[in-house]
Structures are given as structure tokens and as C-alpha cells.
T-cell receptor
């Protein structure tokens, strides 16, 4: 079945450091790919998405490119802030069953 | 524009009881989804409703059920509660079907089974 694999956390960075959170997927067909963020005590917020190969999703300084050849959708940000501290989830969705399949989440902690 | 709302915020039940969780989608959204976020198990898809019908179901026992009302709001019922049902239950809605439509999540209902 479909699956998403994320790098293990927690990831601890200093403010203004470069962030990469790796995400790879296994799926048949052509899924859409998403990054969601969950702040402490809250639900999930959609961060960015890409619906086809080579698409780049971007939002709030975060970027991710849909790479079909490597089945990856790595999340990057050039300069993280303390306010970016949260759990980040990579997910895929295909049209048939419409469900999101999530990775296990990566906790990010940004320190001053 | 109001987002997805869920009630109650917290729910405490005893093993064997029934729990009812409610969700109101974003205005204009017809699809509602339920997910369970249990400690150590990650986010698992539970149910998808669209236009009042159950369209897809995750790998959960039949005691997890729900419905969608004519106004597109939804209810999740969990019967014969077990301790391992303790989790954050997240509801999401989307504008349409298909892989390109993103799902918008509510804040969740924290269910605790004692």
C-alpha cells in the first residue's frame, strides 16, 4: 500500500539556521503531496502542496519540490525562527479513496 | 471565513461507554474526513463522507461509525469505548473530491477513556 517515510526527529536548530526535513513516498499512480504543520495543542494546518511532478510548493518561506524520479518531497527553509517550532507532517493523497496518508511527523525545535 | 469547527474540545468517558464527536466543515465544503491521532500510532484515516454518504473507511472496527447531515456537518460515534481509543480526533473538510483538493483541519477533540 501507499506509505510516507519522514526523517526521525526531534530536530533542534538555532534561529536563522537552514532547515531540511526529508520525506519520501511509495505510491502507485500520481499522488498529490502535502506538508502539514501542527503547533502545540492545535490541529493541523496545511503548509504547502504540489500536485504533479516538478511542481514546487511554497509558503511562509518554506519550499518543497515534487521529485518523481526520487519519490521525494523534502521540506526546506532558508532561515528558521523560534516560531517555526512545531511538528511537521508529510502526506500524500490519491484521488480514489481521497484519504491522506501521513508520515510519522518530525518535531522541530528552534532555539535562540 | 470560519474554519472547520469541532466539539467538544475535550471528552472524558469510561470504558464501555459511547462517545459522540461533532464537526462543522468550512462553508461550501461537501466532503468531511475523520482522522485519529493516537500516541505512538501517528495520524490514521478513519472515515470519509461526501454528500451524505460514507465513501471510504480506514482500518478501524465497526464500532467506529458516523454520519453526515444535509448541512454537511458530521458526527463520529465510537461505541463500546476501549482504553486505546484515547486520542485526538481530527476532522477535515475539502471543497471537492480528487487528489488536488486540500483538506483543512479543525482543532480536534481530545477523547480520554478511563
Amino acid at each position: 500500500g501507499d506509505s510516507v517515510t519522514q526523517m526521525e526527529g526531534p530536530v533542534t536548530l538555532s534561529e536563522e539556521a537552514f532547515l531540511t526535513i526529508n520525506c519520501t513516498y511509495t505510491a502507485t499512480g500520481y499522488p498529490s503531496l502535502f506538508w502539514y504543520v501542527q503547533y502545540p495543542g492545535e490541529g493541523l494546518q496545511l503548509l504547502l502542496k504540489a500536485t504533479k511532478a516538478d511542481d514546487k510548493g511554497s509558503n511562509k518561506g518554506f519550499e518543497a519540490t515534487y521529485r518523481k524520479e526520487t519519490t521525494s518531497f523534502h521540506l526546506e527553509k532558508g532561515s528558521v525562527q523560534v516560531s517555526d517550532s512545531a511538528v511537521y507532517f508529510c502526506a500524500l493523497k490519491k484521488g480514489g479513496g481521497n484519504k491522506l496518508t501521513f508520515g510519522t511527523g518530525t518535531q522541530l525545535k528552534v532555539e535562540l | 471565513e470560519a474554519g472547520v469547527t469541532q466539539s467538544p474540545t475535550h471528552l472524558i468517558k469510561t470504558r464501555g461507554q459511547q462517545a459522540t464527536l461533532r464537526c462543522s466543515p468550512i462553508s461550501g465544503h461537501t466532503s468531511v474526513y475523520w482522522y485519529q491521532q493516537a500516541l505512538g500510532l501517528g495520524l490514521q484515516f478513519l472515515l470519509w463522507y461526501d454528500e451524505g454518504e460514507e465513501r471510504n473507511r480506514g482500518n478501524f472496527p465497526p464500532r467506529f461509525s458516523g454520519r453526515q447531515f444535509p448541512n454537511y456537518s458530521s458526527e463520529l460515534n465510537v461505541n463500546a469505548l476501549e482504553l486505546e481509543d484515547s486520542a485526538l480526533y481530527l476532522c477535515a473538510s475539502s471543497l471537492g473530491q480528487g487528489a488536488i483538493y486540500e483538506q483543512y483541519f479543525g482543532p480536534g477533540t481530545r477523547l480520554t477513556v478511563t
